[in-house]
């Protein structure tokens, strides 16, 4: 079993920056994709950033490609998202997601561990 938990959301104001952390613990793989999904109220979970193993091929949605950096240090066991210039549509719990097969996908059934979320607020 593997743990994931999410750190660094907040209330921000519209073009600010987070970084946002996940740590995972148990039995952890260096070898598995990670992603981050998001979900806002009364919305359903939406894709927003993914890696592969290594950290070489990243994947974004529109609605965040060149705003947010996913990134990931596997001898820490942690996958980071830079946020820059946050709107206030980006307004969110956001998840962090791991996968047991180093291929990222941007379906949230492609993954297999999930952490509790971590909430984001962006003021206009």
């Known amino acids: 079993q593997v743990q994931l938990v999410e750190s660094g959301g907040g209330l921000v104001q519209a073009g600010d920056s987070l970084r946002l952390s996940c740590v995972a613990s148990?039995?952890?793989?260096?070898?598995?994709?990670k992603g981050w999904f998001r979900q806002a109220p009364g919305k359903e979970r939406e894709f927003v950033a993914a890696?592969?193993?290594?950290?070489?091929?990243?994947y974004y949605s529109d609605s965040v490609k060149g705003r947010f950096t996913i990134s990931r240090d596997n001898a820490k066991a942690t996958v980071s998202l830079q946020m820059d210039r946050l709107k206030p549509e980006d307004t969110a719990v956001y998840y962090c997601a791991a996968a047991r097969t180093p291929i990222a996908t941007m379906f949230d059934n492609g993954y297999d561990y999930w952490g509790q979320g971590t909430q984001v607020t962006v003021s206009s």
């Open positions: 148990g039995r952890t793989s260096s070898s598995a994709a």
């Open positions: 890696s592969n193993w290594s950290g070489d091929r990243t």
